[in-house]
């Protein structure tokens, strides 16, 4: 009889446990949403953020837009050693047109991670050191990220020729299109934040 008592306990505590991680996912999968819906890319923006909120540390606005600034720029630099390693491979061939067609991708990438390095940066610097630097900071990581979007985009769409197999092409053009998206959503997270951040100043500074 104890030890049944003690089994439905152990049931019951259990369940208690599973129903309140499901509830914390359910909360914070919510509000990520709420966020995500400024996003053209909803669903990513969501995955992103996801493994950092909870029922209880959902994160602020501002940690929200570094979160997928800071996923960006991992994906930026996955995609540079990426792109590196497969330049060297084909500079060992003899078919030197091979190595020009990424040589271009590379300069663009490494442009990239270098602007959202400094972007992630930025960002974290945005209300700490007067209000009189907000906006200078946020037109910093504006025209940082954007640039990154554009040479995103122009070598995920022009640079990369026929020379390259179809295969590898492929890999390249997928991941560029993550760091891609990844960036977009940071610039209309980033949009989000600035914006509630405005409002919530000129109510409290009518």
Aim: glycine content about 4%.
């Amino acid at each position: 009889m104890a030890q049944m008592t003690f089994s439905l306990l152990v049931l019951f505590l259990t369940t208690l446990v599973l129903l309140g991680t499901v509830e914390s996912r359910s909360r914070a999968r919510a509000y990520l949403e709420a966020h995500c819906q400024a996003t053209l890319y909803s669903d990513l923006c969501v995955k992103t953020l996801l493994p950092y909120a909870s029922k209880y540390d959902l994160p602020s606005p501002q940690k929200i837009a570094q979160i997928s600034l800071t996923t960006c720029l991992a994906k930026a630099r996955f995609t540079k050693a990426y792109v590196d390693m497969v330049a060297k491979e084909l500079n060992k061939t003899e078919k030197p047109e091979d190595y020009q067609a990424l040589e271009e991708c590379l300069h663009q990438i490494n442009g990239g991670v270098n602007q959202i390095t400094q972007s992630v940066k930025e960002l974290q610097k945005m209300g700490k050191d007067g209000e009189e630097n907000f906006g200078w900071h946020e037109s910093n990581v504006q025209s940082w990220v954007g640039a990154a979007l554009t040479d995103a985009t122009t070598c995920m769409d022009g640079v990369l020729g026929d020379k390259i197999g179809s295969k590898t092409k492929s890999i390249i053009r997928a991941r560029f299109l993550n760091v891609k998206q990844l960036a977009s959503n940071s610039l209309a997270l980033l949009n989000r934040f600035t914006a509630r951040h405005r409002a919530s100043r000129a109510i409290k500074n009518p």
